[in-house]
């Protein structure tokens, strides 16, 4: 009968060998939950602000953001989409600019909050977080006035997924109609809006400068939202928020502020079939 110390001797390599192939096992599982882990840790100490600064945010892949925070780590605005740190750098001095010259637009979403536009050379560079009402909103904008000429500026990058590429089996609508987009004029300016059945306000564009440049838009917004052309912004509680984007990734339109994500998809996917 093979004793126990007989079969230690006889299988010493082998049981060696399991071991080892254990150990490496194990390490390699919490290199992987380290590596899973790391990004958030990091993200978190990184975004210990304590001053009013300007930060380069990674969002996903090919997706690189200016952020304006204060003091208190809340975000004021965030720029344009870019696609690398050197483009974000090249555009903090425009973003900057136009803060300082005041120029702005007011965007009001489908659901009554108010967001300013920043702009420059008639270009989007920057877009604020929403307020209530006008009057928050004109206080607001005083608050990035001031924050704006004290922000210092951080190079170290900063990584957030916070940014979900919307993906649907809806497929696209090859029966477009363009009875639901109205063309809708505001003293000077225009917007496109787009409609449900039951006359539900759905998407609206910002302001454009004429009606001629409207009506190509919303044939420019029928391919995008056709192409499913939509990413989610997750904000730090939950709730997120739909942007269209063009063919270089210009933002077209933001939507309302809702409480999850999959309410947010749903809005993407009745404006898709509604489109």
């Known amino acids: ?33 380290k590596s899973i882990k790391k990004p958030r840790e990091e993200n978190n100490k990184k975004l210990t602000i304590t001053q009013d600064s300007y930060i380069i945010v990674k969002r996903a892949i090919q997706d690189y ?35 300082l010259d005041n120029n702005y ?36 904008k005083d608050y990035i006035l001031k924050i704006n000429d004290l922000a210092s500026f951080s190079a170290e990058l900063v990584e957030e997924n916070t940014l979900i ?58 391919k995008q939202i056709s192409k499913q052309s939509f990413v989610i912004s997750v904000n730090p509680d939950g709730s997120s928020y739909y942007v269209l984007r063009g063919t270089i990734k210009e933002t077209l339109s933001i939507g309302p502020t809702l409480k999850t994500v999959d309410e947010c998809k749903t809005m993407i996917e009745n404006i898709i079939i509604n489109s």
């Not at 200016?66 to 903090?92: A, M, P, R």
């Not at 909050?113 to 920043?118: A, C, D, P, S, W």
């Not at 787009?194 to 001629?212: A, E, G, P």
Request: one cysteine or more; glycine letters at 2%.
């Open 1 to 33: 009968m093979l004793t126990i110390i007989d079969f230690l001797k006889e299988y010493y390599s082998l049981i060696l060998i399991l071991i080892l192939v254990v150990v490496i096992i194990v390490n390699l599982i919490v290199i992987l939950i």
């Open 65 to 99: 953001y200016i952020y304006l925070l204060d003091s208190k780590g809340n975000k004021l605005l965030e720029s344009e989409n870019t696609s690398s740190v050197l483009v974000c750098k090249q555009i903090l001095s425009k973003i900057k600019s136009s803060i």
């Open 105 to 140: 637009n007011i965007f009001e979403d489908i659901n009554g909050k108010y967001r300013l536009i920043y702009m420059f050379n008639n270009q989007i560079v920057a877009i604020s977080d929403s307020r209530e009402s006008v009057d928050e909103l004109i206080t607001f």
């Open 165 to 222: 590429e919307f993906s649907s089996d809806l497929g696209i609508n090859k029966k477009i109609s363009k009875s639901n987009w109205k063309i809708e004029s505001n003293e000077d300016t225009y917007q496109i809006h787009l409609y449900d059945s039951d006359k539900n306000l759905l998407l609206k564009s910002f302001n454009i400068v004429n009606k001629k440049e409207a009506k190509r838009l919303i044939d420019y917004f029928i």
